[in-house]
């Protein structure tokens, strides 16, 4: 490996190890173990697992001299990799009070050490591009369990009647009488190219590169305000089945939704808003969050449009610069939308945006070899893709081919969505 190369991975690996030490700072010791529902994990378990992806898919496969630092950690923390050992159930992560989190933070720094010194080491030039992908593969990985972070802390902090804030920080607002009116683009469409190219890093989901015909179609030069979805909510868009797919509506009514996940009404009904700063008014210009496919597809419905597929969306978000509010920013919550950069307004950033588009494989795609290829591929059934980033993703994470994934009725995760229309 070259010199260069090896420094610029040794740099990716302290600074991205170093944010997730980061983000866990404002955690109380009782706070790491707490896991309030099956979708959630504890921060304790997301140290340790992205500490487990370096350890087991990189230094116990190639560093000889390597010892591991916990025979059951491969258990403890491995997530879902069938093809590797046995794991401990999702739904137990908040059982284990053991390891502790000094535990989990002494195996963090000896893997650390581990990558680090094997980083050095001189090898042959297959296996470097190899080892090289890998670690970037793990730091990618890392990344995404920092979003993760943020968003099950919120959910487990929700469900405290003391609704504690992660952070005091101060956030700017600004409100004002009226968003930023909706407006829309028209695109002609046709046959278009969307995929990634193989130019930097991407993960086998987003490849390969694939024509698709596209209609004329409209995109919202913005995302759904929460004022807009207020609307829907007052003109009881609830209990309207014929707005939503029948799953939806059964969900609906099993879990009682009546507004977007940590929204709050008082006695006077005033709307205020659970975020990781606290319990705030809530602020009509910001796009609505936390809202399923589900909701955002009723909405869609009940104002005469739908939301765009992915296809749709990439090819938008090609043409966009890669800007917008992210997890450095600090505030982890949507801005405002009242004032517009640019055109096509917070494509990137601010809240994930659900498509029309259940998650399926590419035209001659192909998983990862090995147990890597479970990380992605064996998702692509009852999901639904968003794209464009959120509040909590890391910027430099971020591409317009990136595709995440969600079933249907899930609404912890940072999502809204834009509307599009056909002409």
Known sequence: MSQETTTYLADKFYTVRNQTLTL?????????????SSDVSPPKWHIAHTTWFFERMILQEYADTYQVFHPAYNYL????????????????????????????IAYRKHVDQAVLTFLQEERDTSLQQKIEQLIEMGLQHEQQHQELILMDVKYNFFTNPLLPAYQTRQVERTETDHSLSLEFT?????????????RGFAFDNESPVHKVWLEPFELGTRPVT?????????????????YWLSDGFQVVKQQQWKAPLYWMKDQQ????????????????????????????DAYSRWCGKRLPTEAEWEYVGRQVAQQG????????????????????????GDVWEWTASAYAPYP?????????GEYNAKFMCNQMVLRGGACVTPGNHIRATYRNFFPPDKRWQFSGFRLAGDL
């Open 269 to 296: 009904g005033d709307w205020s808003i659970f975020t990781l700063n606290g319990v705030e008014p809530l602020q009509w210009d910001e796009p609505v969050c936390h809202v399923s496919f589900y909701e955002a």
């Open 364 to 372: 001659k795609s192909r998983p990862l070899e090995g147990a890597l």
């Open 24 to 36: 866990i700072e404002p955690l109380e010791q009782e706070d790491f173990v707490i896991q309030a």
């Open 226 to 242: 929460n004022r807009e979805f207020l609307a829907f909510i007052e003109a009881g868009g609830y209990e309207q089945s014929e």
């Open 325 to 348: 509010n992210f997890m450095e920013q600090g505030s982890f919550h949507p801005r405002s939308v009242s004032d517009a950069d640019h055109a096509m307004h917070g494509m990137f």
């Open 186 to 198: 028209r695109f002609e469409g046709g046959l278009v190219e969307i995929g990634h190219d193989g």
């Open 77 to 104: 923390f491995n997530s879902y990799y069938n093809s590797i050992d046995p794991y401990q159930p999702r739904h137990q992560r908040g059982m284990l009070s053991r390891p502790t989190v000094k535990d989990v």
